[in-house]
């Protein structure tokens, strides 16, 4: 079964907008603290953004562009995009675990990805 679905990548000019969400169960929800990363071809994976109960994190490339919440009534994680690059292109993931930062995280559940495309 599948526990942690995204939804929300699509083809976007650069400098435009986009809004990932990320639904979970309970469980997991109410568990675990919940992030994206990211895969771009030829790439590793890398992180995106997580948020806990201590508030959210960000990595530097996207810091100041994307911003991380959570719905606890929805049970879904969002990530809102903005001021999209080329560089951003990629699939994203959703995660949740007890910890999504490096240098070892420890993942529990994935998503099965969404594409984001971002044309200069």
């Known amino acids: 079964q599948v526990q942690v679905v995204e939804s929300g990548g699509g083809l976007v000019q650069t400098g435009g907008s986009l809004r990932l969400s990320c639904a979970a169960s309970r469980s997991i929800f109410s568990t675990y603290a919940m992030g994206w990363f990211r895969q771009a071809p030829g790439k590793e994976r890398e992180f995106v953004a997580a948020v806990n109960w201590s508030g959210p994190n960000y990595s530097n490339s996207v810091k100041g562009r994307f911003t991380i919440s959570r719905d606890n009534a929805k049970n879904t994680v969002y990530l809102q995009m903005n001021s999209l690059k080329s560089e951003d292109t990629a699939v994203y993931y959703c995660?949740?675990?007890?910890?999504?930062?490096?240098?070892?995280?420890?993942?529990?559940?994935w998503g099965q990805g969404t594409q984001v495309t971002v044309s200069s």
């Open positions: 995660a949740a675990g007890l910890n999504l930062l490096g240098p070892q995280i420890q993942i529990s559940y």
